[in-house]
């Protein structure tokens, strides 16, 4: 069974930083990618930042200059450096990564999703 652990959240002012990090762990063969949505109060879900497994790494608009993402491939872990924060940043952020697993004959790969940890920008 494939977990997903997330930390890092928690409450900071408007211009303070966070790092967020995500864990994935059990039978896993690959990942790609692996990033973090968030959703805030009354909004759907959006892409934050993704990071693939050749090393590129994508990112909302939004975020661009102040976030960056980088993964740990031999932990199967993600992170998630958040700088400049805004009050428009508040949301709870999840992990997600599309991780591929089987046998030597068979492999699927499978969209997995963490519980989601809370990011509060205010003063």
Request: proline share 3%; net charge positive.
């Amino acid at each position: 069974q494939v977990q997903l652990v997330e930390s890092g959240g928690g409450l900071v002012q408007p211009g303070g930083s966070l790092r967020l990090s995500c864990a994935a762990s059990g039978s896993i063969f690959s990942i790609n990618p692996m990033g973090w949505y968030r959703q805030a109060p009354g909004k759907e879900r959006e892409l934050v930042a993704s990071a693939f497994s050749d090393g590129s790494t994508n990112y909302a608009d939004s975020v661009k200059g102040r976030f960056t993402i980088s993964r740990d491939n031999a932990k199967n872990t993600v992170y998630l450096q958040m700088n400049s924060l805004k009050p428009e940043d508040t949301a709870v952020y999840y992990c997600h990564a599309r991780i591929t697993s089987g046998t030597t004959w068979y492999k699927r790969s499978v969209d997995y999703w963490g519980k989601g940890t809370l990011v509060t920008v205010s003063s």
